[in-house]
């Protein structure tokens, strides 16, 4: 599966972990960066990645800040995109299963590099529940975007 994972200079360790991790696991990641630890603005690299899913050079991403909020709000504004902002695997795992997130977020100085591993297989690992309410609450979600 193709991924894009993108980070502020909070997130640059915690990034380049998940990094190793999840090309060891066999996934082809792109990396939107940065690679610093010298301040950046997250919204940089929350668009790079959040225009990447919505044009489908990747199935899905995840972005990382210090708490996961700001560059999660910034991939929020590019439609087509659900981004959720998490910090345990029920709401991972709920974000696909009934949201269809294609965007998982967090804080790399809110969770660890396990949890973090643990959120982003969950992430990766489950499927949309396809039912028919899920899909009708996420169409209300798109229809908002559209009056926009
Ligand atoms: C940077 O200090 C910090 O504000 C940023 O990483 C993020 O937490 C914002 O939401």
């Known amino acids: 599966m193709k991924i894009g994972i993108a980070n502020d200079h909070a997130g640059t360790k915690l990034k380049l972990e998940l990094v190793e991790y999840l090309s060891k696991k066999g996934y082809e990641v792109t990396d939107f960066g940065t690679d610093s630890f010298t301040a950046s603005d997250y919204p940089v690299q929350g668009e790079l990645l959040a225009n990447a899913v919505r044009d489908k050079k990747v199935e899905l991403g995840i972005a990382i800040c210090g708490t996961g909020l700001g560059?999660?709000?910034?991939?929020?504004?590019?439609?087509?995109?659900?981004?959720?902002?998490v910090s345990e695997t029920t709401s991972a795992r709920l974000s696909r299963f009934h949201n269809n997130a294609n965007i998982i977020c967090?804080?790399?100085?809110?969770v660890g590099l396990e949890t973090a591993k643990d959120i982003v297989d969950t992430f990766l690992e489950t499927p949309f529940s396809n039912e028919e309410r899920h899909q009708r609450r996420i169409?209300?979600?798109?229809?908002?975007?559209?009056?926009?």
Do not use: H, S
């Open 106 to 110: 967090f804080g790399a100085r809110i």
């Open 139 to 148: 169409d209300m979600i798109t229809e908002i975007e559209e009056k926009q």
């Open 71 to 85: 560059i999660g709000y910034a991939c929020n504004k590019v439609r087509g995109i659900r981004a959720a902002c």
